[in-house]
C-alpha cells in the first residue's frame, strides 16, 4: 500500500527558478514561517557526508506535519556503483514523516540517452520506487513555452502584456524565467497596471541580458564597483561599437549632471521628470543614479569624457582602450557618499 505522500521528491533540470518555487510551496504546506524554518533542513551533496543522511531524516517533526530535508546536489560524489547503491539503499529507509526532496540543477538524463533506452541510475531508481517517489523534470522553458509563461506570471501578477511584447521579453532576457519574472514585475509597474504591456514598453525598460545595460554601467560606475562596470562594458562591446557605447555614457552624464543641479536646487522628482521630459521610471532610476555622484564628480567626468573623444579622434588612443581607461579611472576614485 503506498503512503498518502511521496517520501522522496526527485527534482532535476535547468529551471532552477520552478524548482524553487516547488520547494517553497512544500515549506508551505508545514505551516507558518516559524513552524516551517524549525521543520526544515538544507544540505549541499558537495559537502555534507551522505553517510549522515539517516539520522538527518530519522528526526521527528515538531508541530508540522512532517519535516522537509532539502538535498541539493546529492549525486555529485556518487562516482562509483557501490557508494549509488549504499545511497537508494539509504533512501528506501527514509520514514513518512520526512519529505526529502533532492535537487539536481541538470536533467538526469539527456533526451538523446532517453531515446535509447538508456536512464540515469537514480531516474531507474525513482521509477521503480513510483509508490515513495515523485520525479520531475524541470526544463528551461523556450520560444512559444517562454512567452505563454510569461504571459501566465504577468496575468497572475495581476496585469497584461501582448504576446509582441512577451516574445521580446524572453529574446532578451536569454529565457531566463527568474529573469523574466523580475522584468515582468517591473513592466507591469512601469504601466502602472492600466493596459497591457506593449513591445515598445519592453524596449524602454528591459536591457538585453546578452547586449548590457548602459544605467547597470552607470549604477557600477557611481558605487566604484569597478569589477562590475568593466564587465558590463565588455558585454556592451561585444554587440555595439564604440561610438554607440560612448554617446550612451555621454547622454547618461549629461542627464545626470541636469538631475544632480535640480536636486542641489532642492527641487522634487515631479519637477525634474517635467523638465527632463522623462518617463517616471526612467526618472527615478535617473535620480537614484545622481545622488551617488556630487556635481563637482560629474562635471569632472564630463570633461574626462571629452578628453577621451578627443584623444579617439585623433588616433592618439584605440576606442576600446578609451572606455576601458574610463572605466578604470573613475571606479578607481575614492567610494562616494550618497549625497541629497
Known sequence: ???????IYLLNGEDEFSIARFVDELERKLGDPA???????????NTFNLDQLPSVANALPFLAPRRLVILNHPIAR???PAAQKSFTDQLEKIPPTTALVLIEDRLLTLDKDREKGKLHWLERWALEHKDRVYLRAFRAPKGPEMVKRIQ???KKG????TTEAAMLLASLVDNDPRLADQETEKLLAFVNYRRPIEYDDVEAVTADTGQGDIFTLVDALGSRDGT????????LLEYQDYYAIFGMIVRQFRLLIQARESLDLGKHRAEIQHELRLHPYVAEKLLGQAQRFTLPELERVYRRLIELDEAVKTSQMPERLALETFVSAITASQQPQPSR
Open 1 to 7: 500500500m503506498g503512503e498518502l505522500h511521496p517520501v
Open 35 to 45: 513552524t516551517a524554518s524549525m521543520n526544515t533542513t538544507r544540505l549541499d551533496g
Open 78 to 80: 556518487l562516482s562509483t
Open 152 to 154: 501566465e506570471g504577468a
Open 158 to 161: 495581476g496585469g497584461q502584456i
Open 228 to 235: 562590475r562596470a568593466m564587465g558590463m562594458l565588455q558585454r
